[in-house]
T-cell receptor
Framework: KTQVEQSPQSLVVRQGENCVLQ??????????LRWFKQDTGKGLVSLTV?????DKTSNGRYSATLDKDAKHSTLHITATLLDDTATYIC??????????????FGAGTQLIVIP | EAAVTQSPRNKVTVTGGNVTLSCRQT?????MYWYRQDTGHGLRLIHY???????QIGDVPDGYKATRTTQEDFFLLLELASPSQTSLYFC????????????FGPGTRLTVL
């Protein structure tokens, strides 16, 4: 059963527009949530991490929110650029008390930015 | 800047073939991981390690072995490759558990014919 669901599966926006990506999860206990950007054929690069209930983060044109009660996160990208074309992956971390927390990955949202 | 490298970047083998994927990290991280990424699925954990000589089983270990020879080097072994193992493989390292960031390598695309 998929424990991290992302929507939409894919999205096309025009350069300069804003967009919002969604992540819903059922992972428990949820320790933290991280958003990654994956360029085609490349590895994952962390954009931001959210740890606390109702956390909000900002990293340049990327901002994210986390609602642990609702088990929901959003990633906002403002004033999109062509270089934002990538897959954005939501990852929920579980800390089971051991030193190593297990990660649960969403399948990603493929964002395409067109001129 | 954290650095994780993988080799080869692309590999084609035949069913029943023997394949070794290599990963090296220069971050002095204790934790290393092997994942596979398939279309429509999130990354899935194959094996991971706390340090040299340590090996832990992940969520999809069948058909894979791994070995951590040093703190820097982590290998994934497919001794009898099958077409179902055609995938994009990522190695990652992190300095700890909790919400310590995992740093990913560029990936190895493996095709089993």
């Amino acid at each position: 059963k998929t424990q991290v669901e992302q929507s939409p599966q894919s999205l096309v926006v025009r350069q300069g527009e804003n967009c919002v990506l969604q992540c819903n999860y059922s992972v428990t206990p949820d320790n933290h949530l991280r958003w990654f950007k994956q360029d085609t054929g490349k590895g994952l690069v962390s954009l931001t991490v959210l740890v606390h209930e109702n956390d909000k983060t900002s990293n340049g044109r990327y901002s994210a929110t986390l609602d642990k009660d609702a088990k929901h996160s959003t990633l906002h990208i403002t004033a999109t650029l062509l270089d934002d074309t990538a897959t954005y992956i939501c990852v929920v971390g579980v800390n089971r008390g051991s030193a190593l927390g297990r990660l649960h990955f969403g399948a990603g949202t493929q964002l395409i930015v067109i001129p | 800047e954290a650095a994780v490298t993988q080799s080869p970047r692309n590999k084609v083998t035949v069913t029943g073939g023997n394949v070794t994927l290599s990963c090296r990290q220069t971050n002095s991280h204790n934790y290393m991981y092997w994942y596979r990424q398939d279309t429509g699925h999130g990354l899935r954990l194959i094996h991971y390690s706390y340090g040299a000589g340590n090996l832990q089983i992940g969520d999809v270990p069948d058909g894979y072995k791994a070995t951590r020879t040093t703190q820097e080097d982590f290998f994934l072994l497919l001794e009898l490759a099958s077409p179902s193992q055609t995938s994009l493989y990522f190695c990652a390292s992190s300095g700890g558990g909790g919400y310590a960031e995992q740093f990913f390598g560029p990936g190895t695309r493996l095709t089993v014919l």
